[in-house]
DNA sequence: AATTCCCTCCCCCAAAATAGCGGGAACCTT
DNA sequence: AAGGTTCCCGCTATTTTGGGGGAGGGAATT
């Protein structure tokens, strides 16, 4: 089987990214990654429900306070168009069109953010999200071609952030949410595709009467204060695939 | 910025996985990764909702029917392990205590599987979820070092295999939902944090009248036959976030 | 300037969901 | 062989939702 390949300076960035055992750290390496890459930025954005976020990265303080403060999270397009996205992106292909999105761009080219950009989305499991991002100051061409040569690199590095902001976070649901039956896992896939009890167990050739007791049984397992709940639960927690 | 790194046999094929624009394409991309890393087997396996599933790679017909046939998609550790998971996985970490998994591990090993397993889980957004997997017969020091030795690369292709899976896939979901305005995401958020409507109509200061105006809005646009459709919708669309 | 959303409020009644109680048989893991 | 789960069925009560209808003011986009 394949042997290890020759040492580079990105190998040894993404192996101290492997070896990192601390939040801080996130910092400093993405400083390095920066100097590697010669651009202007380099950011890990996490984001989470309830307008949770947490990033680490080379944009000035005053900027990242001003996302912050004007709940830009809500606005920006890297965000917005990379969320149900799952390839990389570059930031000139997403919609600026809005009004609020051209203010949110002119004030991050105010506060040093560079004209080009380009995201790697990453999804975790139960819909976490997390977007790492280059950017920098210079023409398209150039741009273009710096993406097409540092491309898998940037995916590589998006993924190790990624597991490594996760690793850290203590907030990662461990919840340990029982896991349901069998039948209820199938009452609750059929009442998150919208089916009625009625219709649930009629598809499961139950008694409406029974398929109470697993949705009851699901709910109270899941800590759920009503069906809908429950099955929001469910999702969010990869119990059920729909 | 930096330019162009040397070309390696796996950046060959690398390029090539980029490059392909046929599913059957990956097939053959398989068979090319298998040679390059002198393993057994190499799987690409995706799973959507409903038990659908499609699968690319270097096992045995005969056991890919068996798996089919067997729905050992609802019993494999390696798919019910990885599909909560983030992170690569050796698959001797994986809980196989289960009576049910022995089985399929004794079937599987029957039918050309080897003792060693590495699996790179993917999520996308809505919920998708696939499985890179190297396979191989080998001791357990040797499987060790494989795996440091490749990781990265099994990461990557993983993720470009899952990029092209996605994009020949007409399942995709064509993304039609039409994005909800701010109170319908209100709306649908609070019901799926389990709020009542009375509870949610409080919260957010408005009338259980005005409320109710949202939610059915929201089960119009998402085209969903009662609440806890169009919040299941809602949130494996990415459209609302708990 | 016009149009298209969005937000807010109100009515009615049928349908569905929730909460609590009870029972017994089959199947795993221990 | 025991103990735990899961699986199936029954009852009645109250509360909550669903599916129609209509109406006006305001903000944003075209």
Redesign the pocket.
């Known amino acids: 089987m394949k042997r290890r390949r020759a040492a580079t300076a990105f190998n040894t960035i993404l192996k101290a990214l492997e070896r990192t055992t601390e939040l801080p750290q996130l910092q400093l390496i993405s400083e390095q990654l920066r100097d590697y890459f010669e651009v202007d930025h380099i950011v890990y954005h996490w984001v989470s429900g309830s307008g949770t976020q947490y990033g680490c990265g080379t944009y000035d303080d005053a900027w990242v306070q001003r996302y912050v403060d004007q709940d830009y999270l809500r606005v920006d397009p890297v965000v917005l168009g990379c969320f149900q996205r799952f390839t990389a992106v570059d930031w000139k292909k997403l919609n600026w069109?809005?009004?609020?999105a051209r203010g949110f761009l002119e004030d991050a080219q105010a506060h040093g953010v560079g004209n080009q950009g380009f995201s790697v989305p990453v999804h975790g499991p139960n819909g976490q999200f997390a977007l790492f991002s280059v950017n920098h100051d210079s023409d398209d061409d150039t741009w273009f071609e710096f993406i097409e040569n540092n491309r898998r690199n940037l995916i590589l590095v998006a993924h190790y952030f990624n597991e490594k902001a996760l690793e850290f976070e203590p907030d990662r649901a461990p919840e340990a949410t029982?896991?349901?039956?069998?039948?209820?896992?199938?009452a609750m896939t059929f009442?998150a595709m919208g089916?009625?009890?009625?219709?649930?167990?009629d598809t499961?050739?139950?008694?409406?009467?029974?398929?109470?007791?697993?949705?009851?049984?699901a709910?109270h397992?899941l800590g759920?204060?009503?069906?809908?709940?429950?099955v929001a639960r469910a999702l969010q927690n990869g119990l059920i695939v729909i």
């Open positions: 069109t809005s009004k609020a029982a896991a349901l039956s069998p039948r209820e896992v199938d009442l089916y009625s009890r009625a219709q649930v167990a499961l050739s139950i008694s409406e009467h029974t398929l109470r007791v697993y949705i009851e049984s709910r397992k759920a204060a009503n069906t809908t709940h429950a």
